[in-house]
């Protein structure tokens, strides 16, 4: 059965305590990072060590970083890259040493992630992150950055480094000339670099889909379908060189299978991680997030966990996003409400498929003993 994580943004970073956390059933693990660290410098070896012992100390374990970001440079291949990717080796070593096992990272040209309106409010009342491409093509980069920072209510977004993001134009002047191509060669000689060095570490790389999964901008988005990711995947055939499928991210488009594209990567061992959520397709690259059943959206969320299930997934699973409910202020995304409901609707639908196909399902003994914290 899968190891199911919650991510976390460390202390005065995130407003959901980390006993709250413990206290939702099957959750064994962290997902953190060093929110505060800028793309491209060390993370500090005290520092991660330091994020460990807190996250142990409430009986959970950190396996799992999301995410190591890559630097602007590197994607864009400029000369400066050798710097930025000796850092990042170092930042992998100092992961390892803490037993880090899964790091996700991205390859999305400037932005990462990117919503129309962090607080859309449904016909429930809960508020909930979405994306409508008309919209954005009445912005300006500048206004989709300062509409962001406003809406992200002082909250530092994984991602979105407003310092960095104060150089739009002459980033834009750079990326001027890079189409798909290019990048995915930046892409893959970043990974050439890396990805040895992974394997004697014990480490696994996770390339997160890009969100959203077509161009913003006019910038060149690689990691977008079955297709694309296979292709990196054989680009560096390595089982460090691997996937973290975002349910939310690929099920944009209609024409992804993700039951298909789980199956495929899983049987090729190359499945690290997996951000199951649900979203509603709303328009021609428009959609907003909703609850994780499948009947509040557009993925049939019981073939995508038969499909984890079918391929006998062991690896780690997050709920991803959640709607603010009940009256929850936080982070956009990232409340504790629905993000429970979640992984108990999750953690039911892998239980309702086991039995359906006569497996054995994890018994009481072994829940507890997770549940738990002991050994």
């Keep these: 059965?899968?190891?199911?994580?919650?991510?976390?943004?460390?202390?005065?970073?995130?407003?959901?305590?980390?006993?709250?956390?413990?206290?939702?059933?099957?959750?064994?693990?962290?997902?953190?990072?060093?929110?505060?660290?800028?793309?491209?410098?060390?993370?500090?070896?005290?520092?991660?060590?330091?994020?460990?012992?807190?996250?142990?100390?409430?009986?959970?374990?950190?396996?799992?970083?999301?995410?190591?970001?890559?630097?602007?440079?590197?994607?864009?291949?400029?000369?400066?890259?050798?710097?930025?990717?000796?850092?990042y080796r170092t930042t992998l070593q100092h992961l390892a040493e803490a037993g880090v096992r899964v790091v996700v990272y991205n390859f999305m040209p400037m932005f990462d992630w990117v919503r129309t309106d962090l607080w859309k409010v449904l016909p429930d009342g809960s508020k909930t992150m979405a994306y409508d491409h008309r919209v954005l093509a009445g912005l300006s980069p500048r206004e989709i950055i300062d509409r962001m920072k406003r809406d992200g209510r002082s909250f530092a977004l994984p991602g979105w480094e407003w310092e960095r993001l104060e150089e739009i134009e002459r980033l834009f002047a750079l990326y001027e000339s890079m189409d798909e191509e290019r990048l995915f060669a930046n892409l893959v000689d970043f990974l050439k670099a890396v990805v040895p060095l992974c394997e004697e570490l014990g480490i696994l790389l996770a390339i997160h889909p890009d969100d959203p999964p077509f161009s913003v901008f006019g910038l060149p988005r690689i990691v977008t379908s079955k297709k694309q990711i296979l292709r990196l995947l054989e680009a560096v055939d390595s089982l460090a060189n691997g996937l973290a499928l975002c349910t939310g991210s690929l099920g944009v488009l209609e024409n992804n299978?993700?039951?298909?594209?789980?199956?495929?990567?899983?049987?090729m061992g190359r499945l690290h991680f997996v951000h199951l959520r649900n979203l509603k397709r709303t328009g021609d690259r428009s959609f907003h997030e909703v609850a994780h059943p499948s009947f509040c959206g557009s993925l049939d969320m019981f073939a995508i966990v038969e499909a984890l299930v079918e391929i006998g997934y062991s690896g780690y699973m997050r709920p991803d996003h959640g709607r603010m409910i009940w009256g929850e202020e936080g982070r956009p995304g990232y409340g504790l409400y629905d993000r429970a409901l979640g992984i108990a609707y999750l953690l039911g639908l892998w239980e309702g498929v086991e039995r359906m196909r006569g497996e054995v399902s994890r018994s009481r003994e072994e829940f507890m003993v997770a549940s738990s914290g002991n050994p």
């Design 257 to 267: 299978d993700i039951p298909d594209m789980i199956r495929t990567f899983g049987r």
């Design 1 to 87: 059965m899968w190891k199911v994580v919650f991510r976390w943004f460390g202390e005065g970073h995130d407003p959901v305590p980390l006993e709250y956390i413990r206290q939702i059933p099957g959750v064994e693990g962290i997902v953190s990072m060093l929110i505060d660290v800028p793309t491209g410098e060390v993370w500090p070896k005290e520092r991660i060590l330091a994020l460990k012992k807190t996250i142990e100390r409430h009986g959970l374990t950190f396996e799992v970083v999301e995410s190591v970001n890559v630097h602007e440079d590197i994607k864009l291949g400029l000369p400066s890259k050798d710097r930025y990717i000796e850092n």
